[in-house]
């Protein structure tokens, strides 16, 4: 036998057996270890500006992101002309207007690439937001004492959800309008609540630090409903008053609730 051939063949043998071995760590790479996490508004409102965050995995190098948007009816869709972006970590952040239109979905395609090695590995994730009518909700809160107060964080909760956090500060005398712009998609077919709340109210004396009202949205069943929501776009107003024990605080009436009742005595 001639050993020459059989030391050539063993050569050869060992070769072949070890190139798996050898693609075994880059080809895992391209076999699902590659995932892409996005995060992103479940529903927006129209002509909203929202962010897209989304994480590729670690361990990569060359990370790059390609984003694509799409609706029926584009008018106001943007990504103020960012839609490709490199990455050294593997985190991403698109800013992204919806169109001015609602009853709709913005469609989005993220192409995701990185590399491993000489490997180039990439995701590609579709995601559909729909688009709504916005609902405006306004809480006034007035200083009515000499004092400045900072730091007031004012909570709106709808229908038991935390949905906005402000937070204002007052000077002496001073009031201001506070506004949360939110999807209508919030809203329940019927009866809603909305509490406007002062969250650290107790730092202050005889502080009228929560609002409570409810209305309806849609058609109501009866003429009980005084104030009631027939529309897509709510606004809304809450009055609180930030006053020491001295002075009499907000009786949490609506103002057009009262001017109703006043109109209805003059009457």
Same mark, same amino acid.
């Given at each position: 036998m001639n050993h020459k051939f059989l030391l050539a063949t063993f050569c /050869? #043998? %060992? +070769?072949?057996? *070890? %190139?798996?071995?050898?693609?075994?760590?880059p080809s895992h790479a391209t076999n699902g270890s590659f995932n892409v996490t996005v995060s992103h508004p479940s529903s927006v409102y129209k002509t909203e500006r929202f962010q897209l965050f989304f994480n590729e995995s670690k361990g990569f190098s060359n990370y790059t992101a390609t984003v694509y948007i799409a609706a029926e009816y584009a008018i106001g869709l943007s990504s103020g002309g960012n839609t490709q972006e490199l990455s050294k970590s593997g985190f991403f952040e698109f800013n992204i207007t919806a169109p001015d239109a609602a009853n709709q979905s913005i469609y989005i395609t993220i192409y995701a690439? !990185?590399? =491993?090695? *000489?490997?180039?590995? *990439?995701? /590609? $994730?579709? $995601?559909a937001i729909p688009v709504y009518e916005p609902i405006t909700l306004n809480a006034y809160i007035s200083n009515t004492e000499s004092t400045t107060y900072s730091n007031i964080s004012v909570q709106f909760i709808l229908n038991g959800a935390l949905i906005s956090t402000k937070v204002i500060s007052l000077g002496p005398g001073q009031s201001k309008d506070v506004t949360v712009i939110e999807a209508s998609s919030l809203l329940n077919n019927g009866v809603n609540t909305l509490q406007v709340k002062i969250v650290n109210g107790s730092l202050f004396t005889g502080v009228k630090s929560s609002y409570v009202s409810t209305f309806y949205y849609g058609t109501p069943p009866n =003429?009980?409903? /005084? =104030? =009631? /929501? #027939? &529309?897509?776009?709510?606004? @809304? +107003? !809450? @009055?609180?008053? %930030? !006053? *020491?024990g001295k002075r009499k605080?907000?009786? &949490?009436?609506?103002k057009w609730r009262y001017n109703r009742k006043k109109n209805q005595k003059k009457s």
């Amino acid at each position: 036998m001639n050993h020459k051939f059989l030391l050539a063949t063993f050569c /050869i #043998s %060992l +070769m072949v057996l *070890s %190139l798996p071995l050898a693609l075994a760590e880059p080809s895992h790479a391209t076999n699902g270890s590659f995932n892409v996490t996005v995060s992103h508004p479940s529903s927006v409102y129209k002509t909203e500006r929202f962010q897209l965050f989304f994480n590729e995995s670690k361990g990569f190098s060359n990370y790059t992101a390609t984003v694509y948007i799409a609706a029926e009816y584009a008018i106001g869709l943007s990504s103020g002309g960012n839609t490709q972006e490199l990455s050294k970590s593997g985190f991403f952040e698109f800013n992204i207007t919806a169109p001015d239109a609602a009853n709709q979905s913005i469609y989005i395609t993220i192409y995701a690439t !990185a590399t =491993y090695g *000489s490997v180039v590995v *990439s995701k /590609i $994730i579709n $995601i559909a937001i729909p688009v709504y009518e916005p609902i405006t909700l306004n809480a006034y809160i007035s200083n009515t004492e000499s004092t400045t107060y900072s730091n007031i964080s004012v909570q709106f909760i709808l229908n038991g959800a935390l949905i906005s956090t402000k937070v204002i500060s007052l000077g002496p005398g001073q009031s201001k309008d506070v506004t949360v712009i939110e999807a209508s998609s919030l809203l329940n077919n019927g009866v809603n609540t909305l509490q406007v709340k002062i969250v650290n109210g107790s730092l202050f004396t005889g502080v009228k630090s929560s609002y409570v009202s409810t209305f309806y949205y849609g058609t109501p069943p009866n =003429y009980d409903w /005084i =104030y =009631y /929501i #027939s &529309g897509a776009v709510v606004i @809304f +107003m !809450a @009055f609180l008053v %930030l !006053a *020491s024990g001295k002075r009499k605080t907000a009786t &949490g009436q609506p103002k057009w609730r009262y001017n109703r009742k006043k109109n209805q005595k003059k009457s």
